[in-house]
């Protein structure tokens, strides 16, 4: 099978619209992904931050990926989180979730995110990689989130992926690109590790992080799943994927004026993205309730701010 490659661009870190009972609600899903899909290079399922993974057992995930899978039909790839809390559990959540790909003969592209030292150290990852690829059908893309590991449990000694390991990691075909969180130098030391594979993506997977330094890849977007149109603008200017746009009058102050936007709708669920964001698509009748799993800090504001933000400024 020939390795399917990563997309650039935006890459919509999508909730998952739950019902209160905690099923998956399949009509809020329907109508959330009818508003980003048209916007999105890719999207990311089950994340460990605005997908709630770590909250979602092995039915709902299933549940997720199908009712995902059916309404995107190849539309835009489909990344999913799949990581968990050892490798025999990662590996069985991967076979699952294949075998429900396989059955459905889905034909658009996917792609596992996998964050590695959620369950497993440095030392042997090349091994585990190697192991896990050669039995497994899609590709794979890494989540280094340093926040993530250290809520663990029991965190690790290190809550990156060493250099090294990346580099050696660069070498199997199957892992295609990283999303990464962290500092500027270490991103940049990342860049270099991995410059003996032109097509391997490095996603930023901070939104703040990408407004000031984006990347050549591209964004993993919480605000786009309220703000889908406006964030693909600013990501695909800041890309250079808008080439014939650049022509208009007042390009540059268009794309200035998106972007301060963007920080100040930031600034408003920065403290608590999940909840408020959940909160905002339901005052604005896109998901059918706020529920959220055991892993999200629940948001009890009446009024929620975020809504009322986007009402005004008639974003879309």
Known sequence: ????????GLIV??????EDKGGIDSEGLDTLLRKVLPYADGILLAGPQMGEGRGLDMKSKIDLLEKAATFIEGKAPIFFWMSGDSPEGTTQTVAR????????SYRGMFFWLDS????HSNRGLYDHYRDLTMNTRYPFVLYNDPQLIKARKRPLKRTNVRTKILKDLSAIGKIQGLVFRGSLTRANNYQKAVNTRPDFRIYD???????????VSGVLSIGANVAPRVWSTVTRAS???LKEDREKPDYLTQIWDM????KDMMHIYSRSPVGIVKKALFDLNIIAS???????????EKNNLLAEFISKHHID
Not at 13 to 18: A, G, K, V
Not at 116 to 119: A, E, G, H, R
Not at 205 to 215: C, I, K, M, N, Y
């Open 239 to 241: 890309l250079g994927m």
């Open 259 to 262: 972007g301060k936007l963007l």
């Open 13 to 18: 870190d999508l909730i998952t619209p739950l």
């Open 1 to 8: 099978m020939e390795v399917e490659r990563l997309p650039r």
């Open 205 to 215: 997977g901070e939104e703040a992080g990408f407004l000031e330094h984006p990347s």
């Open 290 to 300: 706020p529920a959220c799993t055991p892993v999200t800090e629940p948001v009890y």
């Open 97 to 104: 979730l294949e075998d429900l790909l396989e059955s459905s």
């Open 116 to 119: 590695p030292l959620f369950y």
